[in-house]
């Protein structure tokens, strides 16, 4: 058990003419999996305090383009909240949390791809696409 976090990509089609398909039936949505941390417990306190009321829920939180590139800032300019304001029972350790945010870098460029990926989705006529995070403990 522990601080598991996901960063999902929905993409849907609203297509007549699907050209998809899984198992012989059409294929109308799908996930896609943009990123996965455990007990990264500094980002998921940035996350849900700059993207929620505070209120911490395992609830998925929808982010867009502008949203995923101020966690990617978030994570180059270290401004992530210090260590003693991140504990919780399953959320690790401060030696989990050091060595996250030393690739602080690797980790920005997952939130960068994401907001990429939805802007070059944004225009499609026949496709929509959401970004959420969501965290389990």
Request: glycine share 6%; charged share 30%.
């Amino acid at each position: 058990m522990g601080l598991d976090m996901y960063l999902r990509g929905d993409r849907f089609n609203f297509s007549q003419q699907r050209t998809q398909k899984v198992d012989g039936y059409d294929v109308e949505r799908m996930v896609l999996d943009l990123g996965y941390w455990r007990k990264f417990a500094p980002l998921h306190h940035y996350i849900v305090r700059t993207f929620t009321s505070g209120s911490d829920t395992c609830q998925p939180i929808e982010l867009d383009a502008d949203d995923l590139n101020k966690i990617a800032e978030a994570l180059e300019e270290n401004q992530l909240p210090a260590n003693e304001d991140c504990g919780g029972f399953f959320f690790g350790s401060e030696d989990f949390w050091n060595d996250d945010r030393k690739e602080a870098k690797k980790h920005a460029k997952t939130f960068r791809a994401a907001a990429r990926w939805l802007d070059q989705n944004a225009d499609s006529r026949d496709l929509w696409c959401n970004v959420t995070y969501q965290a389990s403990w």
